[in-house]
């Protein structure tokens, strides 16, 4: 069944109107909480809590935690496809910023920030919170490989790998 659902105009199954529910992210915290990221290219990034047996949200009435949003306005936010990680007690969230989608014209770039709290705020390397604009770069287009983006972090027996998709320019 349903998790969330966002649309607009909104109808009588609509939870969100601003958000785009996309490209989630589910983290299974060290405590047995679980959490998912999502959206939005519209308006942020948001995280909210699910029920470990359902794997809904928690309550119909919990909060949404708006944790990054790169634009001054609604609609001007160029951030979807998050990851939220968690490592040595702090929380990463990874989110694109940019567009994808067009071939090698992409402008997809993957930012991360780091907070203490799962719900944020996440900041970061120079101070900067996410839901101001902030991202610390960690992969943009390099020579032949453009638009990386949706990133994902796997854990393999204590080695971490980032993976992702991009555009080979020579193809």
Same mark, same amino acid.
């Given at each position: 069944?349903?998790?969330?659902?966002?649309?607009?105009?909104?109808?009588?199954?609509?939870?969100?109107?601003?958000?785009?529910?996309?490209?989630? #992210?589910?983290?299974?915290?060290?405590? @047995?909480?679980?959490?998912?990221? *999502? !959206?939005?290219?519209? /308006?942020?990034?948001? +995280?909210?809590?699910?029920?470990?047996?359902?794997?809904?949200?928690?309550?119909?009435?919990?909060?949404?935690?708006?944790?990054?949003?790169?634009?001054?306005?609604?609609?001007?936010?160029?951030?979807?496809?998050?990851?939220?990680?968690?490592?040595?007690?702090?929380?990463?969230?990874?989110?694109?910023?940019?567009?994808?989608?067009?071939?090698?014209? #992409?402008?997809?770039?993957?930012?991360? @920030?780091?907070?203490?709290?799962? *719900? !944020?705020?996440?900041? /970061?390397?120079?101070? +900067?919170?996410?839901?101001?604009?902030?991202?610390?770069?960690?992969?943009?287009?390099?020579?032949?490989?453009?638009?990386?983006?949706?990133?994902?972090?796997?854990?393999?027996?204590?080695?971490?790998?980032?993976?992702?998709?991009?555009?080979?320019?020579?193809?």
């Amino acid at each position: 069944g349903k998790v969330i659902e966002s649309n607009y105009p909104a109808t009588t199954n609509t939870d969100l109107t601003a958000y785009n529910c996309i490209d989630p #992210s589910i983290l299974v915290d060290v405590n @047995g909480s679980v959490w998912m990221a *999502f !959206g939005s290219y519209s /308006d942020g990034i948001l +995280i909210m809590q699910l029920d470990p047996t359902t794997g809904k949200r928690i309550a119909a009435n919990s909060p949404i935690y708006r944790v990054a949003n790169n634009g001054p306005s609604f609609f001007s936010n160029t951030e979807e496809a998050a990851c939220l990680y968690q490592r040595s007690g702090f929380y990463y969230l990874f989110v694109n910023f940019g567009s994808c989608c067009s071939g090698t014209d #992409s402008t997809y770039n993957i930012r991360v @920030g780091r907070s203490t709290n799962v *719900f !944020g705020p996440f900041y /970061d390397k120079s101070g +900067i919170v996410m839901t101001n604009g902030g991202g610390t770069m960690v992969r943009e287009s390099s020579d032949r490989y453009i638009g990386p983006g949706h990133p994902a972090v796997l854990n393999d027996n204590g080695t971490n790998w980032l993976a992702y998709h991009y555009y080979d320019a020579l193809k």
